[in-house]
């Protein structure tokens, strides 16, 4: 059974329209990615389905309920990551989690019984008194979740789960959502880095201008978008497209960045041999197997990594 189903789903502010009719459905216990650019209408679409903001036309339906009008049903099962911190940072810790579990009617008992596995879980038992403001962006991020999941939600929300963490604070928490997805917990998230959306996403979409422009499974989308294998050719030049010619016919599609060629092939090496066979020698190169950034660069025509 789909959790979330949506049928030209649409969005708009004013003249704009920031989700521009989408279809989605997303099944239990699935791990469901949204890709795309700033300004793509992830964040727009997640608030729809999280019941945070008003259904702008087509049908959404979250849990088999209407957002429209069963808003605080759906919600009771939902935990939401916004994309930015909503902590109260005069609060400590647990007041955080206190405070938030009352929103959902959890009783005085039940929230101490909850609040220690959650905090070890967020790894924040140490810090149980502890201001938020005095809390580090990981730390943050990882209570953020911690009070999201007070209510044993079915479908957790994360928009942007990671962005601004150092490697060490993401891997903890990708870890931790690993660890959810396992006690079958359905994820819903935005991603901006494609390592992690291979690693965790069973599926996703790749949205662009309030569209759904592809959608897959990772191995999926980079067998479709891009080639088995990616030659990265760097030369000692201001300009690359200068250099497009010296390519020119040794892969199946070239891109050119502001710093390097990309060469799609389905033999890295073999190109690389040819390019050399030809007298060029670029300053450095690099033979890689295709990743979802590149099918990101095909599909929008922009790089994630800026
Ligand atoms: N409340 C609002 N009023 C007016 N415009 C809005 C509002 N919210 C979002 N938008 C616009 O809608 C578009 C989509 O925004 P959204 O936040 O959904 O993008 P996003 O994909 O989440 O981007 P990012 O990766 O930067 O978080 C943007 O152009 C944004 O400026
Ligand atoms: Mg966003």
Redesign the pocket.
């Known amino acids: 059974m789909a959790l979330i189903e949506a049928a030209g789903l649409r969005?708009a502010?004013?003249d704009?329209v920031?989700?521009d009719g989408i279809d989605l459905q997303i099944s239990a216990g699935e791990s469901f990615g949204?890709l795309?650019?700033?300004?793509?209408?992830?964040?727009?679409?997640?608030?729809m389905i999280g019941c945070t903001?008003p259904v702008g036309g087509g049908t959404l339906r979250v849990l088999g309920m209407d957002p429209t009008t069963q808003a605080a049903q759906i919600k009771a099962r939902l935990g939401v990551v916004p994309?930015q911190d909503a902590l109260d940072e005069e609060l400590t810790v647990a007041q955080n989690l206190a405070v938030f579990g009352r929103y959902f009617g959890i009783s005085r008992a039940e929230l101490y019984r909850k609040s220690g596995p959650l905090l070890q879980f967020a790894q924040l038992t140490e810090k149980a008194g502890a201001k938020v403001d005095t809390l580090s962006g990981g730390m943050k991020r990882r209570l953020t979740i911690a009070r999201a999941l007070i209510n044993d939600p079915s479908i957790l929300l994360l928009?942007?789960p990671t962005t601004g963490l150092d490697p060490q604070a993401r891997h903890i928490l990708w870890d931790r959502l690993f660890r959810l997805k396992r006690e079958g917990v359905t994820l819903v998230l935005?991603i901006?880095y494609m390592d992690e959306a291979e690693q965790l996403c069973d599926r996703l979409v790749v949205?662009d201008h309030?569209r759904i422009v592809a959608h897959g499974s990772p191995r999926e989308l980079i067998r479709t978008y891009a080639s088995r294998e990616v030659l990265e050719v760097r030369f000692d030049v201001p300009d690359h497209a200068q250099k497009a010619a010296d390519v020119d016919g040794l892969a199946d599609r070239v891109e050119v960045l502001a710093d390097r060629l990309l060469l799609y092939t389905h033999d890295g090496d073999a190109a690389l041999d040819a390019l050399t066979d030809r007298g060029v020698h670029p300053q450095s190169t690099l033979v890689r197997r295709a990743s979802l950034e590149d099918v990101f660069l095909r599909l929008t025509g922009r790089s994630l990594v800026e």
């Open positions: 969005k502010f004013g704009f920031a989700v949204f795309g650019p700033n300004g793509a209408g992830k964040t727009s679409t997640m608030r903001s994309q928009d942007e935005t901006h949205m309030g």
